[in-house]
Structure formats: structure tokens, C-alpha cells
């Protein structure tokens, strides 16, 4: 591979005998490899799709493409569980070349149900040289998915038995506490907590966490009006760090 030096000797004699030597060079240059390289950037800021983004019709893949070789116009694959789709490169600016691809977001997951996996992106690009040597360079990349957030709210038993009777009815001013816990890998302290009763929204609050590090809520609500409305119903909303939002309720008689 590269310059080589090519050295010929002829040796020649006539009738008389006489010998004659003559030498000539020539420098040879080997060219056997085209050469380039390509690389994919994250798909997402995080590198994760979530249930938004998957609901989308199409995300881009882009990358850099690199090497001596490498030219506008060289044919560039993705390759993304099974799906194919087809490119070029481009000049992106500033001396530089890469490619920019959309495909299609159902490529990576259905979104139906809890998907939670890596899948690989496989990209590759074909150039030549001016001495027709083929260069195929390759690259992967894993994205995470994940399309779901969980949370999961409880309500504490209310006045100790969940009868009110009337002592009960008179007692702490005529306030009584709907209280809780909750659990789930996703919620935090700071997460909205919503009191219905009989349907109707009547309070807002967030999560707290509670003594002990676990998380609750605590609501002062009106006596009369938890016994004129005794269906009680707490949702708790959070969100996970993809960006997945989930809202849990239960309900309470």
C-alpha cells in the first residue's frame, strides 16, 4: 500500500561479447483501500423515546461521516429491527459531511403496553475512491425505549373506622383529615394530588414525603360536606425522567 519503487535491469551482449547493462525506475502506487467512517448521534436529547415521542409518525436519525473517501452522494442504510431505509450523504457545513434520515417511530416500538428495552440502530455507508477500492464503514447505536411512568395512591382509613359518628361529626372544628400514602418508582414529592367527591374536584394538593421517608398527602375536609358527599376519590399524577406521565386514582365510600 503507497509509493513503491520498481527497478528494472536488463543485461545484454552483442556478437562480440561486449555486455550492456541498462536500469530503469518507475514508482509504483499501490491503492487497495478506500477509506471512511460514520458514527450515529442520540436519537432524542436523552437518547430515550417515550410514550409521546413514539406516538409521533417519524424521528430522524443523523450522524458524521468521515474519511478521505467520504463524499455528498454516497448511499447510506439504516437498519432498525428489520425496517430499512435509504439516504445519502450530505454536506452538513463547514467542511464536514453527515446524513439526515427519518424513519419511521413504529420501527422502534408498537408503543402498545409497557415497553421498556434497547433497541439497536444499525447505519452504514458506502464510498469509493478515485481508484474504484469500495469502503463500507458500519456503526451502532442502542436507544432506550420506555413508554410508561408508575405511581400508585392509597387512602388511609378515615376517622378510624370510615364512620364518621357524631362525636366525630363535631370534633377538630368540624374538619375531618382524608389522608394517605404513595408508592411507585416514579412518584416524588411535589407530584399534583386531586380530592373529588361524588366526582366533583373539591381540593388540590402535591405529595409529601412523610416521616420515615415515604410519600403521602393529607387533606382537611369539610365534615358536612364529606357527609353529604361520601364518595371520596384521590388521583395522584407523575411523571418519570423520559417524560412519561401517569395519573393513579382510587376511590373510597
Do not use: W
Amino acid at each position: 500500500e503507497g509509493a513503491n519503487n520498481v527497478q528494472v535491469t536488463l543485461v545484454s551482449h552483442d556478437a562480440a561479447g561486449n555486455e550492456v547493462t541498462a536500469l530503469a525506475h518507475r514508482t509504483v502506487v499501490l491503492d487497495t483501500k478506500a477509506h471512511n467512517t460514520v458514527n450515529i448521534h442520540d436519537v432524542t436529547a436523552d437518547n430515550t423515546l417515550n410514550f409521546t415521542e413514539l406516538s409521533a409518525a417519524k424521528q430522524t436519525i443523523t450522524g458524521n461521516v468521515r474519511g478521505e473517501d467520504a463524499k455528498a452522494g454516497d448511499p447510506v442504510l439504516v437498519e432498525i429491527n428489520g425496517h430499512q431505509y435509504h439516504g445519502q450523504v450530505i454536506d452538513t457545513g463547514k467542511n464536514t459531511l453527515g446524513y439526515r434520515i427519518e424513519v419511521d417511530s413504529a420501527a422502534f416500538s408498537d408503543n402498545v403496553g409497557h415497553v421498556l428495552k434497547e433497541v439497536t440502530v444499525h447505519v452504514s455507508v458506502t464510498s469509493h475512491d478515485a481508484a474504484g477500492n469500495l469502503a463500507i464503514a458500519t456503526s451502532d447505536h442502542d436507544v432506550h425505549i420506555d413508554n410508561f411512568a408508575v405511581n400508585q395512591v392509597h387512602i388511609d382509613t378515615v376517622a378510624g373506622d370510615d364512620l364518621i359518628n357524631i362525636k366525630e361529626f363535631s370534633a377538630n372544628g368540624g374538619f375531618t383529615q382524608i389522608a394517605g400514602t404513595v408508592t411507585g418508582v416514579d412518584a416524588a414529592a411535589g407530584d399534583v394530588v386531586t380530592l373529588q367527591l361524588d366526582g366533583v374536584p373539591v381540593m388540590q394538593g402535591v405529595v409529601v414525603t412523610l416521616a420515615g421517608g415515604k410519600l403521602g398527602y393529607s387533606f382537611p375536609m369539610n365534615t358536612h360536606m364529606l357527609m353529604s358527599h361520601p364518595e371520596i376519590a384521590i388521583s395522584v399524577t407523575s411523571s418519570d425522567a423520559a417524560g412519561n406521565c401517569v395519573t393513579h386514582s382510587v376511590t373510597k365510600t
